[in-house]
């Protein structure tokens, strides 16, 4: 999949992330940031895992960015608010 699609995937996945994990005073520019971030962490994840590689726009492939996203999300709110 081109890096552009999983970009675009990123966004997608980010935004529901952010309202699955649904903080308090989250940014949303932030967290579809991290989304494409997990986007391509979930990619990674799922086929370490053994999971079926990532070769397209499916819901397959939105599930895993979507799950990247959300594990991204929620490492970023345990590391920011012990800082805080």
Do not use: C, E, Q
Not at 12 to 31: E, H, T
Not at 53 to 70: N, R, W
């Amino acid at each position: 999949m081109s890096i552009l699609a999983w970009i675009m995937l990123g966004l997608i996945a980010g935004f529901i992330a952010s309202k699955l994990v649904n903080r308090p005073r989250g940014k949303l520019v932030v967290d579809l940031l991290l989304g494409v971030v997990g986007s391509f962490v979930g990619g990674f994840l799922f086929t370490r895992f053994g999971g079926p590689a990532v070769d397209g726009v499916s819901p397959y492939s939105i599930l895993v960015a979507i799950i990247g996203a959300v594990v991204v999300l929620l490492v970023y709110h345990a590391v920011t608010s012990r800082r805080a």
